[in-house]
């Protein structure tokens, strides 16, 4: 008997853009500024709300970078990279 592992939410995702790849259909394409905004906000594990308080940046502005509409700019982006590569001093700075 084998056992199946659970697969990683990543995986999946790769294994979903390799069947649209072989299908010949377009997958979703992020910008690196999407990537970045995306993996900053996760790595201190907040909403979007929660989020743009603490950059004090509007919820609007977060959601544009998530979404590709626009990208972060001087400050932001520097901070962007602080939350994404030392979440625990974006952590720090808010409580």
Do not use: C
């Not at 993996?39 to 709300?49: G, Y």
């Not at 939350?83 to 409580?95: F, G």
């Amino acid at each position: 008997m084998t056992r199946k592992k659970k697969m990683s939410a990543e995986g999946a995702e790769l294994l979903k853009a390799v069947k649209q790849m072989k299908a010949k259909k377009k997958g979703r394409v992020y910008t690196p500024e999407q990537i970045l905004a995306i993996a900053a906000r996760q790595s201190v594990n907040l909403t979007q709300k929660e989020f743009a308080n603490l950059l004090n940046v509007s919820v609007d502005s977060v959601q544009d970078w998530e979404q590709g509409r626009r990208s972060p700019r001087g400050a932001a982006k520097t901070l962007l990279r602080v939350a994404k590569q030392h979440p625990k001093v974006l952590e720090k700075i808010a409580s």
